[in-house]
C-alpha cells in the first residue's frame, strides 16, 4: 500500500462510495417500485421493467445480493480510509478518518441515493435491473449461500421467503387508489369507477321504484282505462296484474301491447283482456336484499331488463329496472338536479323542492351529499327517524349539516322539503 499514490487512493475510495450510494439507492428503488405499474410496463415488453420484475419475484434473492455488495464496498471503503489516515497523519488520524468517513457515506451514499430512489423510482431502479442480473448469475454461489443461512432462521420463526408478497387490493383499498389517482383518470371516469365499487355495498330495495310509484295495467280496470293506460305509460314494460300488485301475471311491453290490441285484441270497443294475458312475459321476481352488483350479473344471465322486487314473504315491494342500475354507475346526463331527477324540482327563487320518497343514495348523487345509506332508505324516514316525530309543515331542521324546510306533510308521512344552496364557503364550514 505505501507505494501506491495517495491520489490513487482517495480515487479508489471515491469509487467505493459511488459504488455503495449505487446499491443504497437501487435497493430503494427496486423496493419502493409500484408493483402495478410494474407489471403493466413488462407486460408491454419494457426490458428494465421486465428484469425488475424477475428480481422481485424472488426478494430474498435480490437483497442478500445488494446488503453483499454494499457491505463489501463499506467496508473496503473504511480500510482504504483507514491506509490513506495511516498515510497522512499516523495512527492519531484514523478516529479521525472513521468520523469523516461515517459522515460521508451517511450523507453521500445512503441519505441522498435513497431519497432520490424514493422520489423516482424507476429511473434507477430499471437501469439497475440490468446490473444486478448478470451480477446474480456470476454471483449465485455466494448469493444462495447466504440465502440458504437466511431463509433457514427465517423458517424457524414460522417464516417463509418463497411465499412472496400478496399485493392484491382489497375494495376500500383500490377507492384509495381511484381517488388519488388525481389527473390521470378524469373526474368523470373517476366516478364510474367509484360507483362500480359502490355496487357491491348497495341492495336492490335502496334504488328500486316503490310499490305505490309503480305504473301497471290492472285487469279489472275497464277496457277504456286499460288502453288510456298503456297509452300513456311511461315505461316500456308494465306489470300486469289482477286487482292488486300480489297478484302479477306478468309483464307486457306497451307498445307490442298497443298494436296488438288494435289489431287483435279490441273488438267494437271491448278488450279482450285473456289475448292480453297470452301475449304478457312471465315475470322475473328480485329479492330485496340483492346486491346491486349481483343483479346486474343475474340480469345479464337471464337476459332480463326488469325485475319485480318482493320481501321474504314473497309479497310485491317495487319494480327495479336494468337501466336505475346504469344509472348508478353512469350517473345522470345533466348536472342540474333539477333537471335529472323528477324528485328534485327548482322553485322561482332557486331553492330545490325535494320530494320525500326519494331515496338516500340517489339524493346522495344528485345533491352530492353523503347522508348515511345504512337505516332509512328514503328522506322521509330519515327525517321522521331523526326528529322521532311527524313533524308540522313550516318546521326546519339541519339533517346531518344540510338545512331543510319542511313544506308538505301529513299525518303519516313527510311529503315536501325545501333545500336552499348555500355559498360554498358555508357549506365549507359546516
Not at 101 to 125: Q, Y
Not at 149 to 168: F, K, P, S, V, W
Not at 316 to 326: K, R
Not at 397 to 420: F, N, S
Request: proline share 5%.
Amino acid at each position: 500500500m505505501n507505494e501506491i499514490p495517495l491520489s490513487a487512493l482517495f480515487a479508489a475510495l471515491g469509487v467505493l462510495l459511488l459504488l455503495s450510494g449505487f446499491f443504497s439507492g437501487s435497493e430503494t428503488a427496486l423496493m419502493t417500485l409500484n408493483r402495478y405499474r410494474l407489471s403493466h410496463q413488462a407486460d408491454q415488453g419494457k426490458r428494465g421493467a421486465v428484469l425488475a420484475r424477475r428480481l422481485l419475484d424472488r426478494p430474498d434473492r435480490l437483497i442478500g445480493l445488494i446488503l453483499l455488495g454494499n457491505n463489501f464496498v463499506n467496508i473496503l471503503a473504511s480500510s482504504l480510509a483507514t491506509v490513506i489516515a495511516l498515510r497522512i497523519g499516523g495512527e492519531g488520524a484514523i478516529a479521525i478518518a472513521a468520523g469523516l468517513l461515517t459522515l460521508i457515506i451517511l450523507v453521500f451514499s445512503e441519505v441522498t441515493p435513497k431519497t432520490l430512489a424514493a422520489l423516482h423510482p424507476e429511473r434507477l431502479a430499471y437501469p439497475a435491473a440490468f446490473v444486478y442480473m448478470p451480477l446474480l448469475k456470476l454471483l449465485y454461489p455466494v448469493v444462495a449461500a447466504v440465502n440458504l443461512i437466511t431463509n433457514g432462521l427465517l423458517r424457524l420463526m414460522g417464516i417463509r421467503a418463497q411465499g412472496g408478497q400478496d399485493h392484491a387490493l382489497s375494495r376500500e383499498e383500490l377507492r384509495t387508489v381511484v381517488n388519488e389517482a388525481g389527473a390521470m383518470i378524469p373526474q368523470q371516469s373517476r366516478d364510474m369507477l367509484i360507483a362500480i365499487l359502490d355496487l357491491e355495498n348497495a341492495t336492490v330495495e335502496e334504488i328500486m321504484i316503490p310499490r305505490n310509484e309503480v305504473e301497471g295495467i290492472d285487469l279489472q280496470d275497464p277496457s277504456d282505462e286499460i288502453i288510456a293506460d298503456i297509452r300513456r305509460a311511461n315505461y316500456t314494460l308494465l306489470p300486469l296484474f289482477d286487482g292488486n300488485f300480489d297478484n302479477v301475471v306478468g309483464l307486457i311491453h306497451s307498445r307490442t301491447a298497443m298494436h296488438a290490441l288494435l289489431e287483435h285484441g279490441i273488438d267494437h270497443g271491448r278488450l279482450d283482456k285473456d289475448y292480453l294475458r297470452s301475449i304478457a312475459r312471465e315475470p322475473y321476481f328480485v329479492p330485496e336484499g340483492t346486491h346491486l352488483y349481483q343483479q346486474l350479473i343475474n340480469f345479464q344471465r337471464a337476459r332480463q331488463r326488469v325485475g319485480l322486487v318482493v320481501d321474504e314473504y314473497g309479497d310485491f315491494q317495487g319494480l327495479i329496472t336494468l337501466a336505475d342500475l346504469l344509472e348508478e354507475i353512469v350517473g345522470e346526463f345533466t348536472t342540474d338536479p333539477a333537471d335529472a331527477y323528477p324528485d328534485i324540482h327548482r322553485s322561482d327563487d332557486g331553492s330545490l323542492l325535494i320530494d320525500c320518497t326519494i331515496t338516500i343514495r340517489e339524493l346522495n348523487r344528485a345533491m352530492r351529499w353523503s347522508l348515511p345509506t345504512q337505516g332509512p332508505k328514503t328522506l322521509n324516514g330519515m327525517i321522521i327517524d331523526y326528529l322521532e316525530t311527524i313533524p308540522e309543515p313550516g318546521t326546519s331542521l339541519k339533517l346531518r349539516g344540510y338545512p331543510l324546510e319542511i313544506i308538505q306533510a301529513d299525518e303519516t308521512a313527510v311529503k315536501t322539503v325545501r333545500y336552499r344552496t348555500l355559498p360554498r364557503s358555508a357549506e365549507a364550514r359546516q
